[in-house]
T-cell receptor
Framework: AQSVAQPEDQVNVAEGNPLTVKCTYS??????LFWYVQYPNRGLQFLLK??????LVKGSYGFEAEFNKSQTSFHLKKPSALVSDSALYFC?????????????FGRGTSLIVHP | KAGVTQTPRYLIKTRGQQVTLSCSPI?????VSWYQQTPGQGLQFLFE???????NKGNFPGRFSGRQFSNSRSEMNVSTLELGDSALYLC??????????????FGQGTRLTVV
């Protein structure tokens, strides 16, 4: 069984400050982790993924995420937030055991960047 | 390269009616998945099609069905609509199915309102 948790419904940050959006997961096998962003009235856009290898993954728009196996976390980060980063962020996990590879999405975290 | 196209963007239906939603994946993508997004439940997996075959199905009643055509275009159908079916329905395509490390590309969604 797999699950993913985004403990914060909303994150507020001032423009120019670093941001972190948290994600923790639980899987039976090896985790494949993804971050997506959703702007109002739009579908989800892929930001980055962790498959294997380096624990620090770099993605689109200056975002990066750090995979921490011992803490079962995959937090999304950006060194300097922009107002245009304000959106809904989803973490998703796939488990390579079982064979179906259906992704489980977190409930989403609303990021609000204040000017 | 054109993205995932979903039609229509908005729909208003009456309880008891049925509805068909359409999705055209990115050219060359053979896997199409459908999701229901609601404020209360978040993103819920409906089903996945690959090469015209349903590979996976989520935990939804039989009123929800889908199919995929030889050109990879997909449709989903909801019969006997209920108020609770009001949601944003998202289609996602990926290059290949049966792989845990492949990211999905989402359409803008169809906003279904049941009155």
């Amino acid at each position: 069984a797999q699950s993913v948790a985004q403990p914060e419904d909303q994150v507020n940050v001032a423009e120019g400050n670093p941001l972190t959006v948290k994600c923790t997961y639980s899987v039976s096998g090896n985790p494949y982790l993804f971050w997506y962003v959703q702007y109002p009235n739009r579908g989800l856009q892929f930001l980055l993924k962790y498959i294997t290898g380096d624990n620090l993954v770099k993605g689109s728009y200056g975002f990066e995420a750090e995979f921490n196996k011992s803490q079962t976390s995959f937090h999304l980060k950006k060194p300097s937030a922009l107002v245009s980063d304000s959106a809904l962020y989803f973490c998703a996990v796939r488990d390579d055991s079982g064979g179906s590879y259906i992704p489980t999405f977190g409930r989403g975290t609303s990021l609000i960047v204040h000017p | 390269k054109a993205g995932v196209t979903q039609t229509p963007r908005y729909l208003i239906k009456t309880r008891g009616q049925q509805v068909t939603l359409s999705c055209s994946p990115i050219s060359g993508h053979r896997s199409v998945s459908w999701y229901q997004q609601t404020p209360g439940q978040g993103l819920q997996f409906l089903f996945e099609y690959f090469s015209e075959t349903q590979r996976n199905k989520g935990n939804f009643p039989g009123r929800f069905s889908g199919r995929q055509f030889s050109n990879s275009r997909s449709e989903m159908n909801v019969s006997t609509l209920e108020l609770g079916d009001s949601a944003l329905y998202l289609c996602a395509s990926s290059l290949r199915g049966g792989s845990p490390n492949t990211e999905a590309f989402f359409g803008q969604g169809t906003r279904l309102t049941v009155v």
